[in-house]
Antibody, heavy 120, light 107 residues
């Protein structure tokens, strides 16, 4: 059974870069897309982007200019970087596997989430 | 980008039926997915491909689709069903969107 676990600093200063890693256990990264999703406190879910083991990535247009996703297949993990963060980037960040059928894709399973606060 | 619109809240008495709608133009061509998120927890998939129930999800959860609107139905609501529910879909460019979310309160 695939399990995902987010890791990274819980506090980032404004204008700096937020960096998180998702470690995948119980299965390989191969043949799936992998995604990051975030949720500010008391608000809804926002999809950030997805990355394939080849390194090919798609991003939420609203975040594309500040976000980079990457994959480390040797360590079975993938990562998120968000540049020039502000308080608006404060959120719980989730990683998830992207599972696809004929025409659509969904997220399952999810990591437990990690809170990142942007503050000086 | 596109949007998926849900009602902010739904209240239901135990044993009754809760219906949550999700509307958006993308739903004409793409499947919808539903997630349950209990307080302080990660979302869990409860419906996939508009109406399929993943393994381990109780039969009281069902989904349907008509035009640009999909509906999550919880029949015989139990106290443990109190949670936030989100729909999700995709466009054909490999990007995804979540609905605005609906808080289900069991009275």
């Amino acid at each position: 059974q695939v399990q995902l676990q987010e890791s990274g600093p819980g506090l980032v200063k404004p204008s700096e870069t937020l960096s998180l890693t998702c470690i995948v256990s119980g299965g390989s990264l191969n043949n799936y897309y992998w995604s990051w999703i975030r949720q500010p406190a008391e608000r809804g879910l926002e999809w950030i982007g997805r990355v394939y083991p080849s390194g090919s990535a798609n991003y939420n247009p609203s975040l594309k200019s500040r976000v980079t996703l990457s994959v480390d297949t040797s360590n079975n993990q993938f990562s998120l970087k968000v540049r020039s963060v502000t308080a608006a980037d404060t959120a719980v960040y989730y990683c998830a596997r992207v599972y696809c059928s004929d025409i659509s894709c969904w997220f399952d399973p999810w990591g437990q989430g990690t809170l990142v606060t942007v503050s000086s | 980008s596109y949007e998926l619109t849900q009602p902010p809240s739904v209240s239901v008495s135990p044993g009754q039926t809760a219906r949550i709608t999700c509307s958006g133009d993308a739903l004409l061509k793409q499947h919808a997915y539903w997630y349950q998120q209990k307080s302080g927890q990660a979302p869990v998939l409860v419906i996939l491909n508009d109406s399929e129930r993943p393994s381990g999800i109780p039969e009281r959860f069902s989904g349907s689709s008509l035009g640009t609107t999909v509906t999550l139905t919880i029949s015989g609501v139990q106290a443990e069903d109190e949670a936030d529910y989100y729909c999700q879909s995709a466009d054909n460019r490999g990007t995804y969107v979540f609905g605005t979310g609906t808080k289900v309160t069991v009275l």
